[in-house]
């Protein structure tokens, strides 16, 4: 089997329907050869969008991912590899910080772009994304930083991560390209984004977010409180109703579901549960089993 693949924006670029991150591909201490087969796994199952960022892993996983690149240079051309960079942790490479801090200054992204395209063993980007708002960002400042990025060829298509829609809005009033995505936090246990017109803003501006933490970071399925046991049961419930494997593919599902079309992320190493989340595209939850696991991740009547 393989996913779709759809235009995150009306003008693209084209993606996969899921994006594969690597957000712990550090933490999952690959050889090599075992991340080339992580990603081959991928690959095969039409999951090309790749999700990184220049944290990640304390500054390794790019690196760690770019290693496995390098043993096989043509699958670049078979890929989306989108980065973040704007968050600046306290790390011995950087000796000089003092505070995490954001910085989306026009030096920082322009160096934080070089040393991402040489750690991921690439020549461009497909998309960059600010990774945090930050409280002193200059919207002029980062237009121009994506101005030469995109002359230069380094970046194709530029987003953001985690912003509010007034605070995508900003940006975007500085460009004369669209945004291509926000990348924000959704899942039955995270509702926030649903709330606060994010998702809203994504529809009406036909860009699909990219959706991140969709399982709650294992939450969903280790919380031990009342309202995560009754989801847990009510999702188990629905999967035998649909005739799905797990919970974790009637949660992909429900937010496949959201009509901003958006891109899960699927952040894991076991090559099983990623031919799951997969799989979850074929699952068409009835509106009213979509509203049971809303009633139940808020602990109250929806409508």
């Not at 395209?117 to 121009?144: F, T």
């Not at 991560?161 to 669209?178: I, V």
């Not at 629905?238 to 599902?253: F, L």
């Amino acid at each position: 089997m393989s996913v779709s693949r759809f235009n995150i924006t009306p003008d693209g670029p084209d993606c996969s329907r899921f994006a594969a991150g690597f957000w712990r591909l550090h933490d999952w201490k690959l050889s090599v050869s075992e991340r080339l087969a992580l990603i081959e796994r991928y690959l095969d199952l039409g999951i090309t969008t790749t999700d990184h960022a220049d944290i990640y892993g304390g500054y390794s996983c790019e690196q760690l991912f770019g290693e496995a690149l390098a043993q096989k240079p043509e699958w670049r051309d078979q890929m989306e590899i989108i980065t973040k960079c704007g968050i600046n942790l306290l790390d011995e490479k950087y000796p000089d910080r003092h505070v995490k801090h954001y910085d989306t200054s026009k030096t920082h992204i322009l160096e934080a772009v070089d040393n991402s395209l040489s750690n991921l063993n690439c020549g461009y980007l497909d998309i960059l994304l600010i990774h945090r708002p930050d409280p002193l960002m200059q919207a002029d400042e980062v237009a121009e930083a994506f101005e030469i990025l995109r002359t230069n060829g380094k970046v194709k298509h530029f987003g953001v991560s985690n912003f509010t829609p007034a605070q995508f809005s900003l940006l975007q009033s500085r460009l004369d390209y669209s945004l291509v995505t926000n990348q924000i936090e959704l899942s039955p246990l995270a509702l926030a984004s649903m709330n606060d017109g994010s998702l809203d803003q994504c529809q009406q501006q036909r860009i699909s977010p990219m959706i991140w933490s969709c399982l709650g970071g294992g939450k969903l399925f280790s919380d031990t409180s009342e309202r995560s046991i009754q989801l847990r049961q009510i999702l188990r419930d629905i999967a035998e109703e649909t005739g799905a494997q797990s919970i974790e593919q009637v949660v992909y599902a429900w937010v496949l579901q959201l009509p901003s079309k958006p891109m899960p992320i699927i952040g894991s190493g076991n090559a099983e549960r990623i031919k799951l989340a997969a799989e979850s595209e074929s699952i068409q939850l009835e509106r009213q089993q979509w509203f049971r696991i809303l009633e139940s991740a808020v602990g109250r009547r929806v409508a």
